[in-house]
């Protein structure tokens, strides 16, 4: 089984978006056996807590459901555990590759790297209004699929 963690600050708005994207386009593919997915913040502040009401609502309009995530902080244990680890900004692939061991650092990339586009990090919309939302969205999608492609040729080779 491929294990795969998001990464954003709180894990409120962007890591359990792409968490939940992510798990979907699994689900479609019927790889649901061969991929877990799960997301976490470097930030210990909102642990408990669910995403953000507008990350939730923006999700549900494109039909993904965010609601049985709750925010969780990058634990040691995580490093080890996940195949990839998936930061969705500068500042918190740093914050993460402070803390991870070097033997796993090659696990540790910006989400956006599966993307191709011009833009390399996926922005906090935390701050903002509800169109900040769909943009992330729109990034995480189109990253997810990138990622989906590139694993595909690995889990088919495993199966």
Do not use: W
Not at 28 to 34: C, F, I, P
Not at 57 to 70: M, P, V
């Amino acid at each position: 089984m491929m294990r795969i963690l998001f990464v954003c600050l709180g894990n409120i708005c962007r890591s359990p978006t792409a968490q939940g994207v992510f798990e979907h386009l699994v689900a479609q593919a019927g790889l649901s056996e061969q991929i877990d997915v799960d997301s976490a913040g470097t930030s210990a502040c909102h642990v408990g807590e669910p995403p953000d009401r507008r990350a939730i609502e923006a999700a549900s309009r494109r039909g993904y459901r965010l609601s049985h995530i709750r925010s969780r902080h990058v634990e040691a244990a995580d490093f080890e555990c996940f195949d990839l680890i998936l930061a969705m900004d500068k500042a918190n692939l740093q914050a993460l590759l402070s803390c991870c061991p070097v033997s796993f650092q090659d696990k540790v990339r910006l989400f956006l790297d599966y993307e191709g586009s011009v833009q390399d990090e996926v922005p906090d919309p935390y701050y903002g209004g509800k169109g900040g939302f769909e943009a992330v969205l729109d990034l995480i999608e189109d990253a997810s699929l990138a990622l989906l492609s590139s694993l595909k040729p690995t889990l088919e080779g495993a199966a």
